[in-house]
């Protein structure tokens, strides 16, 4: 997990080169229900397969990166993902609880883009780094990756703002509180609002 912490910061370094041109940009917006798979281990209650029943949510973040052409860059992000739960299911047994499923990641991203005359800039991006997943009362780091797919608008010389679309799939997190025991694999949908700055 280091290394990978470790090629995400170097994607940020890379926004001092001489030969790059460094930005950066803030994003946000709002995560798709979803149904976490999980495994359970609850001795006093039961065991077996089942999900967590979440809510739509929110995700907000940052990132450095450098434009190392006109058609590709490297960065450095990170990102806050959270969204509500309605419930555990595991099997024949039902669980009505309330908090929150969330995410923080750091990842170095690629983005390859196809910029037009018209200032309008289509692109897409992978990524790959860590999540602290936050689940019932515990939290785990974990190898996480990503997807990105998107449009951008240049108003300016320096200042572009676009739409995207994300996708994070984290590593099985594991939850436990010295007797009951949960594992989940998380992931998450959004769609967001991005505003970039040249420097």
């Given at each position: 997990?280091r290394?990978?912490?470790?090629a ?8 001092t080169?001489?030969h790059a041109d460094?930005y950066g940009?803030i994003?946000g917006?709002?995560t798709f229900?979803?149904d ?6 609850f001795p006093?209650i ?16 940052g990132?450095?990166g450098a434009?190392?052409s006109?058609?590709f860059?490297?960065?450095g992000?990170v990102?806050?993902r959270?969204?509500g ?6 099997e ?5 609880i309330?908090g929150?499923?969330n995410a923080l990641s750091?990842?170095g ?5 196809s910029?037009?005359?018209?200032g309008?800039t289509?692109y897409?991006g992978a990524?790959?780094?860590g ?20 449009v ?5 010389q320096r200042?572009?703002?676009?739409v ?8 099985t997190?594991?939850f436990?509180?010295g007797v009951?025991?949960?594992e989940m694999e998380?992931?998450?949908?959004s ?5 970039m700055r040249?420097f």
């Amino acid at each position: 997990m280091r290394h990978i912490m470790l090629a995400a910061a170097l994607c940020v370094t890379a926004a001092t080169s001489a030969h790059a041109d460094p930005y950066g940009k803030i994003f946000g917006g709002a995560t798709f229900p979803s149904d976490q798979d999980i495994t359970a281990d609850f001795p006093s209650i039961g065991s077996g397969a089942g999900e967590i029943d979440t809510k739509a949510g929110y995700l907000v973040g940052g990132a450095l990166g450098a434009d190392l052409s006109k058609f590709f860059a490297i960065e450095g992000e990170v990102a806050y993902r959270s969204k509500g739960v309605n419930g555990i299911i595991v099997e024949d047994f039902g669980l009505p609880i309330d908090g929150n499923i969330n995410a923080l990641s750091f990842m170095g991203n690629a983005i390859v883009k196809s910029p037009f005359e018209n200032g309008f800039t289509p692109y897409i991006g992978a990524g790959a780094g860590g999540a602290r997943v936050g689940g019932p009362g515990d939290h785990d780091l974990v190898f996480a990756w990503q997807g990105i797919g998107g449009v951008s608008k240049n108003l300016s010389q320096r200042i572009s703002a676009g739409v995207e679309y994300r996708y994070l799939d984290a590593a099985t997190s594991t939850f436990s509180d010295g007797v009951d025991t949960l594992e989940m694999e998380y992931d998450s949908h959004s769609i967001n609002l991005v505003l970039m700055r040249k420097f």
